[in-house]
């Protein structure tokens, strides 16, 4: 017997619906299986003819570091923010979004989704809306980095910074946040399968499987570099130390408070502009400690990052002394209390919750595929107007504070729309 009119064009909707989301998902998947078109340098590069935003010189100019307490300095407005994966970088793009929200400045932003085509190298067409010779005061979106893209499109004396992590807990963090869309990991089978890879990597380490980057010297890659370079290739310290000349400042994130006063004093911004609460954080739970030994393999694992590490360790803290000791211990102490301050004014309960705590859905940070790992926070219901805009902005994930900004992020969007049908 035929349906009823009514059920025959349900049916038909559903159908359409349901034929809808899988051509959207086979594109969406093609769009991110398929392998870039561009991944060498050579093939990134703008158009011959593109006019930049200013005369790039080769490499930038040298900052002297300022004393905002003296009163002789301006505020640093050109920013360029190589941010990397897994080492607190999205709690420092919140500031970068924050002080230009705040000073009404120029972002670059990528089109469609919430990086710069990574892991293809930069280009300047990535940029939404960008025309030759568009001019921009901040670049802080996730990318491999390609410094004379990224050079064309701010100022001659934009200040150029990054933030480095131990190796071992990058990786270890990296292993757990991407493994699960790295396909050579399927291979693994038993409970703990970071120590089981770490037992014996090259036996399941494949350097051109899909996604593998994540997993091997993320750091190096990153920034730009052959994150599979033979450790005894002098083309490793050629890189480390043009990182040295191309970036004003290294952050580190062990080290976040005293990396936040440098930055500060650095930019010549006041002590509102670097407050902050801890973004994209895992859960206790979700974070395993690795062992001495296994920490030692991990780290042997990522030479190349190691060897970046030592050698910006050592000029953090070279740059810690020339400041001063008791000068940082001061600033260090100011900026916590100041913090805890915040803490207590914005915070419902005063502390991160697991996802499924979280009330507001603007709140809700994006989580890992197959996990709700990432703390987030709820915003207290009864903020003075004093704090409110301010406790918003320093509790908002980087996918809402982007579309706040008027991002267009329809990739990111679909991406979303079909974890949550199939509540991955």
């Known amino acids: 017997m035929p349906l009823p009119q009514k059920k025959r064009w349900v049916s038909m909707a559903k159908g359409l619906v349901l034929g809808a989301l899988f051509t959207s998902l086979l594109l969406l998947l093609y769009s991110y299986a398929a392998p870039p078109l561009h991944t060498g340098l050579a093939s990134t590069r703008t158009p011959e003819g593109t006019a930049p935003c200013s005369p790039a010189p080769g490499e930038p100019e040298a900052l002297t570091p300022a004393n905002g307490s003296a009163g002789g300095c301006q505020p640093r407005r050109d920013i360029v923010f190589m941010k990397t994966h897994k080492t607190a970088s999205s709690t420092l793009l919140n500031i970068l979004f924050r002080f230009g929200q705040k000073h009404g400045l120029k972002f670059a932003f990528p089109n469609g989704r919430n990086d710069f085509d990574y892991p293809a190298f930069f280009a300047r067409s990535l940029v939404q809306d960008y025309r030759p010779g568009a001019c921009f005061n ?117 080290y976040f408070d005293e990396s936040l006063v440098l930055l500060k004093d ?79 004014i914005c915070i419902d309960g005063g502390r991160a919750v697991d996802a499924a705590a979280i009330q507001d859905s603007a709140m809700q940070p994006w989580q890992p595929l197959g996990a709700k790992s990432i703390l ?34 329809w990739v990111t969007k679909l991406w979303k729309l079909i974890r949550d049908f199939l509540r991955w």
Not at 315 to 338: D, I, Q, Y
């Open 138 to 254: 901040i670049i802080c979106n996730h990318m491999r980095f390609h410094y004379e893209e990224v050079r064309g499109l701010v100022p001659p004396n934009a200040t150029f910074i990054t933030v480095l992590r131990d190796p071992a807990r990058l990786f270890e963090s990296s292993f757990h946040y991407f493994g699960s869309v790295v396909p050579f990991t399927w291979k693994l089978s038993g409970s703990d399968k970071l120590a089981e890879f770490l037992q014996d990597p090259d036996r399941y380490y494949d350097p051109n499987g899909y996604n593998a980057h994540y997993l091997r010297n993320l750091l190096f890659f990153d920034l730009g570099y052959d994150s599979g370079l033979d450790p005894g290739n002098p083309q490793v310290q050629e890189h480390i130390l043009e990182v040295e000349r191309r970036f004003h400042l290294v952050l580190l994130q062990e």
């Open 266 to 344: 650095l930019l010549c911004w006041e002590l509102e502009d670097v407050l902050y609460f801890k973004l994209n954080a895992r859960r206790a739970s979700a974070v395993p400690r690795l062992s001495g030994e296994l920490y030692r393999r991990a780290t042997a694992w990522n030479v190349l990052d190691a060897r970046l590490y030592r050698h910006f360790n050592a000029s953090f803290w070279r740059k810690v002394e020339a400041f001063g000791r008791e000068r940082m211990a001061r600033e260090v102490a100011a900026l916590r209390r100041a913090n805890e301050r915040m803490r207590r």
């Open 376 to 409: 987030g926070y709820n915003l207290k219901k009864s903020i003075g107007q004093r704090h409110a805009q301010l406790c918003r902005r320093m509790l908002t994930p980087e996918i809402q504070y982007l579309m706040d900004l008027g991002v267009n992020l």
